[in-house]
């Protein structure tokens, strides 16, 4: 029997926010759809919605003509809807057997015997036996899966599954899928990315802000049609023109730059050399986790290493702290922008004061300048486009590309010669990732250089001169952007190695 | 000199006896924590079951009345704890800090009437065999139930936490309270009945001092036990068996401290009973050199509020 999922007129309002208004779907068996959308436009409510996270404040959900009342995420398991959230809801500390056991009935062998067979079956390996901290993203998401598994789940919703998986792990996620869905469960996947739902999905309906804009089918869209529906406007599309001839003026010479780590969930930095020459945008590729967390930390300053190391503009900077680089005219954008970048409980004004200059005058006597803070603050909001006028917000209610927009903003108005970004568009919608990367190219063109270490190959193909690829810490030679392809990237990245 | 085996034996019993309290309010203390409440409360939640335990004993003269109600007002005094931080989500720290002051306040108040007033001799077990083998018969018989209980209670703690059900409940909850609310456990009740525990056995800890340990009432009594239990908790990095090490080291202390001064060693008596916080920020020191060991065994939403969102 087909498995039918159908939602009506499912409407969910926020104070000054309608998260969803009517949207009605219907679902089977069979196929995969793809719940398509920016960041904020409503999808994530809706899963919640069908996950009994949260209560619509009208309208119904049948599960194969039967009404469903969903009031919490046990109510949803119960009728076997099975749900792997963005975030996962897992215990780190707990082993992955005691994650999966939790909210089982059976027995500790039979559950065991169990998982081990949906292990084989769809070709996972992973210890049961090790605290799930110590697991990859991929793998987390993993157990995620089977424990939806465990219960013979006949819908399964997928949240943002990719956002932190390597593009190994995409792979090996999407034929899984593709057999759950030839078993017949009914997979609903919640994405913001277009190429995925091309490659997966028969069916897309896409929302904007929290209204349904379309249903269809995959055979009848192309990435333009789907994107342009997305965000409610043309986009532009956006060409990078290469560097033609290589500058010599050489801007920052790493030398047999070191870190050995003592956190064995570190990867240790090994004999690291590279140049970057004015203009020039080096992209650094790697499936993440392989030092690039590291890499930045040293070069933004985070980590100190040997002087000699770092040459800048003719200095010798190894052992200078990210304050003091600042002041050569280095700028820096972490890939957390909330834990690394700013502050999320201060305010945008005070967030932007805090790469201070000895040169901005922020502070005086040991006094803030607010004035003079709050007038940069506007500065940076209106010329990078952030969309709020409420210097006094607090960042963290700030969307993710807007805090992007924010914090490459504040790195960018000091006008440095080198911006350091680590996964600048990590996570953010269409229109913010375009921004960033008209952003990233304006920069270059005014002759500043770009180290850009990057997990989204994509971009790094888009936006760089020059590409290395790190793998367990060490770093590839550098290549010509133009003479890359993402296959030579893909094998550089697993380890191997071509002509 | 002569080492008297027998006297050794006396020695590491009497220094048992003085670590009884401090394992029972730290082996309470962990399972409330494991499961992400830090209720700074244990002073305050001990000397109400010491003056509780000793008026129902002046009071009924029923021992095992006495020592049930101490438990029980552990219970009630943390029910206040558990509806202010779990139900009105107020501040972990400050409430607990306000139970210790007002535990102290009130224990004061009830017990006026019973300063002065001589305790009961609390029944042995195994008194019969108190001098049937040398150097272990003082250690191993001749103590009270609680005695018992007391050193049973890290090893049943441990089975708990490890290998039941409930006991991997508690630590999910304490983990990631967001994960366990999706997977439909009800986080905020586990959290009222592991305050709840830890309660009753902090009563029971202050019922041992005030009526088997130095069986009188004397205000203020705890000496400072709670905190020290409460190092204990942090010292064992969480984990029951080692609470029993650092209690045996810490209970030792106190009782070290007489011999040293019988013998004419003289250590300043503020530096031992500074000892306890020392060792711990010591031993907190080198744990945290290895952020992985503490990641792994540290709650992670220790001391944080958890709100359900709808």
Known sequence: MKTNLTISNITKIYPGCIANKNISLEFESGKIYALLGENGAGKSTLVKILSGVIMPDEGQIFLNNKTLKLNSPVDAKKNNIGMVFQHFNLFETLSVFENLIIDSNETRDNLRKKIISIMEKYNFSIDLDIPVLNLSAGQKQKVEIIRCLIRGPEVLIMDEPTSVLTEQETIELFSSLKQFSEEGILIIYITHKLKEVMSLCDEVAVMRKGELVSISKIVDEKIETLANKMVGQNLKTIKKKKLSTTSSDQLIKITNLNFKSEDPFETNLEEINFTVSRGECLGIAGISGNGQSELFQVLSGEIISDKKSIEFNKNFIGDQNPQQRREYLMAFSPEDRLEQAAVPQMKIFENVALNNFKSSNFFKNGLINESKIKQHAKKIISDFNVNTDNIELKSQFLSGGNLQKLIIGRELITSPDLLICFNPTWGLDVGAINYIHETLIKINQQNKSIILISTDTDELLKLSDKISVIYKGKLSKKMNADEVTSEKLGILMGGGEFD | ?310
């Open chain 2, 1 to 310: 000199m002569t080492i008297d085996i027998n006297f050794v034996g006396l020695i590491i019993a009497s220094i048992m006896a003085s670590s009884v309290p401090l394992i029972l309010a730290s082996c309470g203390e962990l399972i409330t924590e494991r499961s992400g409440v830090l209720n700074l409360g244990v002073e305050g939640m001990m000397i109400i079951g010491a003056i509780s335990g000793f008026a129902l004993m002046t009071v009924t003269g029923n021992l095992f009345i006495a020592v049930i109600g101490a438990m029980l007002a552990g219970v009630l005094i943390s029910t206040i704890f558990a509806f202010l931080t779990q139900t009105l989500i107020t501040n972990h720290v400050a409430t607990g800090l306000a139970l210790t002051i007002f535990g102290i306040g009130i224990s004061a108040m009830i017990g006026k009437n019973f300063v002065g007033i001589p305790g009961k001799e609390f029944p042995v077990l195994f008194g019969n065999l108190k001098d049937a083998i040398p150097f272990l018969s003082p250690i191993l018989f001749g103590h009270s139930v609680v005695f018992y209980f007391a050193f049973a209670l890290p090893f049943v703690t441990n089975y708990f936490l490890k290998k039941t059900k409930i006991g991997l409940i508690v630590r999910a909850v304490g983990d990631s309270p967001d994960s366990a609310s999706n997977q439909g456990i009800n986080v905020r009740l586990v959290r009222y009945l592991c305050i709840l525990y830890g309660g009753a056995m902090c009563g029971l800890a202050g019922a041992y001092l005030s009526m088997i340990y130095t069986p009188q009432w004397i205000e203020n009594m705890t000496g400072g036990r709670g905190w020290i239990a409460l190092a204990l908790v942090v010292f064992s990095t969480w984990n029951p068996i080692k609470i029993l090490i650092g209690a045996m080291i810490f209970g030792g202390l106190t009782i070290v401290q007489f011999h040293m001064q019988a013998i004419g060693v003289r250590i300043p008596v503020q530096f031992l009973t500074a000892l306890p916080y020392i060792v711990t920020i010591i031993v907190l020191v080198v744990i945290s050199r290895d952020s992985r060991k503490i990641r792994l065994s540290t709650p992670s939403s220790l001391g944080k509020s958890f709100y359900k969102d709808n």
